[in-house]
């Protein structure tokens, strides 16, 4: 693999620089480009760099390299402010998110992952849905004496039981089906139901936010962070207080796209207070300021030491709390998949001369 360079010459001649390429995922993108090198999908000479760095951690080890035209990173890299002179650029986000280039959106042209991780991320829902309605920490620990008699009831799915989906595309339609077919009534939210609906041909059962907190016993967060105020899709804060006040007594809460929606420190004080009975996160508020915190560095965030609450919280098995790193989409048969999209866009990209992907911001 075309894993280091051995000379500033060697560089400055890279056609494409695909950073913060890890594990299974840096092995699967060599596979691709090789094979879309023999099928004449991508020129012959093309010349790639696949690195675990991302793009701030490289330039400042190689000060004097320019960056092609093209490039493709995860979500921890930051594009210096330069990048954006001269011709237009292209960056593949290789992430299903793409709120941390969408300021970037009108002078470069953005491609995210769209199709990689939807079961990956819908199974995930799966997952700790039978772990919050299962009370698996409580079982758990109940191991350690063995006790039988006095364990808490778990929370059976059925029919009776409502589950609500907010964000409704890919991976949220595949959330849907998935609790649809373990019996639960599924109702889905979406600010693009309309369209969603005739493209569904309806079937999801669309209602509005305000129906499907006040009757849900389970909500899942599958919305696509959008940062931009101006948008129609702006949902910071979303899941705020006052909303998720109205919901039913015991209301589980699951988030698997992103932390910003759902702020941690109000889900912590809903499960203090009784409203929330049972929480699931594959995702935080601000993730790099987190990772600090859970360093050991000094933050201020109020979130993300609500955060740290409920990892501490999940670790002991203290609380109907289940966590994880953002690893939902982490799956085999992601991780492979993840990489053929991301060529996929790359095949377009010289398709179209370089000049902008068959799929790119804005999608909506």
């Known amino acids: 693999m075309k894993d280091e360079v051995k000379s500033k010459k060697d560089m400055a001649n890279y056609d494409i620089i695909h950073f913060e390429a890890l594990g299974p995922e840096a092995s699967h993108l060599e596979e691709e480009i090789i094979k879309a090198i023999e099928q004449n999908e991508i020129p012959p000479k093309h010349n ?3 690195t675990p760095d991302n793009v701030q951690v490289f330039l400042k080890q190689n000060p004097d390299i320019v ?15 330069n990048y954006m ?11 299903a998110g793409y709120d941390h280039f969408e300021h970037l959106s009108e002078n470069v042209n953005i491609a995210s992952l769209r199709e990689y991780c939807v079961n990956a991320v819908a199974q995930t829902a799966m997952k700790f ?3 919050v309605a299962g009370k698996l920490n409580h079982y758990t620990k109940n191991t350690e004496t063995f006790e039988r008699k006095n364990s808490d009831a778990f929370i059976e799915l059925d029919k009776h039981r409502v589950l609500s989906v907010f964000g409704v595309g890919k991976i949220g339609k595949r959330v849907y089906e998935l609790a649809e077919a373990n019996g639960l009534t599924v109702l889905g939210v979406d600010i693009r139901h309309d369209e969603l609906d005739r493209l569904y041909r309806g079937t999801v059962r669309f209602v509005t936010k305000e129906e499907a907190i006040a009757s849900s016993d389970i909500i899942v967060n599958a919305m696509n ?3 931009n105020r101006q948008s129609r899709f702006y949902n910071v804060g979303y899941f705020s207080s006052e909303h998720l006040s109205k919901a039913k007594d015991g209301l589980m809460f699951i988030n698997i796209t992103r932390g910003e929606i759902a702020p941690e420190s109000i889900l912590l004080q809903l499960y203090n207070s009784g409203k929330i009975s049972g929480i699931c996160l594959d995702v935080f508020t601000n993730e790099s300021e987190f990772t600090r915190l859970l360093a050991g560095e000094v933050v201020s965030g109020q979130d993300v030491k609500a955060a740290k609450s409920l990892v501490e919280m999940a670790l002991e098995r203290t609380g109907n709390i289940y966590v994880q790193p953002h690893q939902g989409f982490n799956s085999d048969v992601a991780a492979k998949t993840k990489a053929i999209e991301a060529i996929k866009h790359v095949k377009a990209w010289y398709k179209n001369d370089g000049k902008y992907f068959d799929e790119q911001l804005p999608y909506y």
Request: aromatic share 6%; proline share 6%.
């Open 225 to 227: 962070l959008t940062k």
């Open 85 to 95: 002179n001269g011709k237009k650029k292209s960056i593949i986000t290789r992430s």
């Open 129 to 131: 849905l039978y772990a």
């Open 67 to 81: 960056l092609p035209d093209i490039i493709t990173t995860k979500t921890h890299s930051v594009i210096p402010d």
């Open 48 to 50: 790639y760099l696949i």
